[in-house]
């Protein structure tokens, strides 16, 4: 067990529709980031957030937004849901921030499913 | 820009055969570091060990070791008398300041383990 955890573990929804993911990183890490792991793409790395701050971008298309809370649990938004939007979508935390390489502690993971 | 190359998409051994897992790097930063992770059937990913580019040592933790080799930009896994529960898939990554303050994963090998 990392110590990272998310919520919900599976979600099931159609096109079209909006939902959010959650994420407690573990404690004492400031560091959130968000992956997309889908057959095609691979493990791709979304966005980091640090103490509340938006640190890194990646490749996290428009339709979704990421925050991270003043208790450090962080939300990450899906909106205007397609098919290939359908992938595990991995929440990490470290201690540090830009620039430090901490050790990414990886949660369960949720898998979302577009129908 | 950055990447992380796992040639091998699925290698087959029986148990207690010896196995290495391939990695190589491409980066143009001189300090990065290089992380192993497993993602068993259950889906989450384990964090196995980290190095980093000043210490080219290679490690050895139970059955596990890794050998880090800048001169050819490699950073290969290694399971001794391998077994069934080592069954998964594994990634390597990369994270580096030049390479966008990201996690970068190679591809995955699938390593399935029979008795």
């Known amino acids: 067990d990392s110590g990272v955890t998310q919520t919900p573990k599976h979600l099931i929804t159609a096109t079209g529709q909006r939902v959010t993911l959650r994420c407690s990183p573990r404690?004492?890490?400031?560091?959130v980031y968000w992956y997309q792991q889908s057959l095609d793409q691979g493990l791709q790395f979304l966005i980091q957030?640090?103490?509340?701050?938006?640190?890194a971008k990646g490749n996290i298309l428009e339709r979704f937004s990421a925050q991270q809370f003043p208790d450090l649990h962080s939300e990450l938004n899906l909106s205007s849901l397609e098919l290939g939007d359908s992938a595990l979508y991995f929440c990490a935390s470290s201690v540090g921030s830009r620039g430090v390489s901490d050790t990414q502690y990886f949660g369960p993971g949720t898998r979302l499913t577009v129908l | 820009a950055q990447k992380v190359t796992q040639a091998q998409t699925e290698i087959s051994v029986v148990e207690k055969e010896d196995v290495t897992l391939d990695c190589v790097y491409e980066t143009r930063d001189t300090t990065y570091y290089l992380f192993w992770y497993k993602q068993p059937p259950s889906g989450e990913l384990v964090f196995l060990i980290r190095r980093n580019s000043f210490d080219e040592q290679n490690e050895i933790s139970g059955r596990y070791s890794w050998n880090f080799q800048k001169s050819t930009s490699s950073f290969n896994f290694t399971i001794t008398a391998s077994q069934v529960v080592d069954s998964a898939v594994y990634f390597c990554?990369?994270?580096?300041?030049?390479?966008?303050?990201?996690?970068?994963f190679g591809t995955g090998t699938q390593l399935k383990v029979e008795l």
């Open positions: 404690s004492g890490d400031l560091s």
């Open positions: 990554a990369l994270f580096s300041t030049g390479g966008g303050n990201k996690l970068t």
């Open positions: 957030y640090y103490n509340g701050e938006e640190r």
